[in-house]
């Protein structure tokens, strides 16, 4: 009897236990801290909370999904919310292929040049870096919209016709190249760890406000950035053009003057003012660098090159910093752009898209004891099979050739491995069956209907 009790309250320990980090994992998605337990004296201890949210990331989509159909909406498109998540690990696989050297430079300079030695363990140190990393959060994000070179990386984050959590991780690969300079600043008095802490916390935070499920927020509506003040920043439409930058705190955008709230008169058109619609992820991550490049090309002056780059996406020659408001379009009304693909080739899709994502979670997992040759070779693999069902999505003429490639290099390095198992044997034939498939497809005896909305 003494040893069941025993048993039963280990139990009930442990599940309580679960709950708590349950609770606390929900929380962080709200920036809810306790900051006497998130108080971290070198950079290498600050868990990688981002990580650790990734199945909140899922449960939150699948949330917003039910909430939409519920609704009467369609709710997240299978093409569009795979490709934010594709977006997503591509930012993802770049921060393993780098290893976060983009915060060697902010260690450099407190390790260097720090005006103040605030305490790591103390509150208000806590409290001036969530502060901190916000504010500078705001003009980094506003320079991503005004800056020309820097908006070619950012705006892959505005790409998406819808408006959906899944946008939340809809993000640049090098997005944090193009940001960490301006938080530099913060280095001359916050340790690196409580930056890094909270600069993680502010992402967790701003993903849940991409959703048109929440209508208001009520009196949070003056101090936080809700999802009625990011459906705004969102909109293609002209009175949401290049307003609303605030991170987790609006009131920056209300003292420096780009706040505007929410029209419910007026329906909000998502995405880019110059849609170039597309699930190809990588095409999405590149072609407005090109265009950056190609009106750098045009200009005839060096001035005007150099402000072709980095004066505003609108500006023009004759033109001030940010372009003439007048010239800019006023998207009203825009049909989304959707292939309709058949339930088969979603099922195919979902599928190998299972596999590539359990491929990345173990990559992330284990990424630390792979060398870099090693890890940019999964990379590499993760980024191409991304590309190729993005490619499925468009209906692309080249997809089923590449999937053919594809399957087929990975039925070969299946069967090369080492250790074999049921699991890599079965694995080897999905990929066979699957490069088969494909094989037929751009043979013309078997093909794909689509249609477009």
């Not at 984050?157 to 301006?182: A, K, P, Y």
Request: proline share 4%; net charge neutral.
């Amino acid at each position: 009897m003494a040893a069941d009790v025993v048993f039963s309250n280990d139990t009930g320990h442990a599940y309580s236990d679960f709950v708590t980090q349950q609770l606390r994992g929900v929380g962080r998605m709200f920036y809810l801290h306790s900051p006497k337990e998130q108080l971290y004296e070198k950079p290498e201890d600050v868990p990688n909370f981002f990580r650790q949210s990734y199945p909140y990331f899922l449960i939150f989509m699948i949330i917003e999904h039910i909430l939409l159909r519920f609704e009467g909406k369609k709710g997240i498109r299978l093409n569009d919310g795979i490709t934010s998540i594709s977006h997503g690990i591509f930012q993802e696989c770049g921060r393993l292929v780098w290893r976060g050297a983009e915060s060697y430079l902010y260690m450099w300079i407190y390790s260097n040049y720090r005006l103040v030695d605030l305490p790591w363990d103390n509150t208000l140190t806590w409290y001036a870096a969530a502060i901190g990393v916000d504010f500078l959060y705001y003009w980094m994000h506003r320079a991503c919209h005004e800056v020309h070179i820097l908006w070619a990386q950012h705006q892959v984050h505005h790409t998406s016709e819808d408006f959906n959590m899944g946008v939340g991780i809809r993000q640049s690969v090098l997005q944090g190249w193009c940001g960490f300079i301006f938080y530099l600043p913060l280095a001359l008095a916050i340790p690196p760890a409580q930056f890094i802490m909270h600069h993680q916390f502010s992402y967790l935070y701003m993903f849940w406000i991409h959703t048109e499920s929440i209508k208001s927020l009520g009196p949070l509506e003056y101090v936080l950035n809700t999802p009625a003040h990011h459906r705004v920043h969102h909109g293609s439409n002209k009175y949401c053009l290049d307003v609303n930058y605030g991170g987790v705190l609006i009131i920056w955008d209300r003292l420096f003057g780009t706040f505007r709230p929410e029209d419910d008169k007026i329906e909000i058109v998502y995405g880019l003012i110059y849609n170039k619609p597309s699930f190809n992820p990588l095409y999405q991550q590149a072609f407005y660098t090109s265009y950056v490049i190609e009106k750098f090309q045009t200009m005839k002056t060096w001035g005007d090159k150099f402000r072709a780059v980095f004066w505003g996406p609108s500006w023009e020659p004759g033109t001030s910093r940010l372009g003439d408001e007048l010239l800019k379009d006023d998207v009203q009304v825009r049909d989304r752009f959707h292939v309709q693909l058949p339930t088969w080739c979603n099922v195919y899709i979902v599928c190998h898209y299972a596999i590539i994502l359990y491929g990345f979670m173990e990559l992330a997992s284990k990424h630390m004891g792979m060398t870099p040759l090693t890890v940019l070779i999964f990379v590499s693999y993760i980024i191409a099979s991304l590309t190729v069902i993005g490619m499925l999505f468009d209906n692309s003429k080249y997809a089923p050739l590449l999937e053919v490639l594809r399957c087929s290099a990975l039925a070969f390095l299946t069967r090369s491995l080492s250790t074999i198992s049921p699991i890599t044997t079965a694995l080897q034939v999905f990929y066979v069956i699957s490069a088969m498939f494909w094989c037929l497809h751009t043979m013309k005896l078997l093909e794909i209907k689509k249609k477009v909305e």
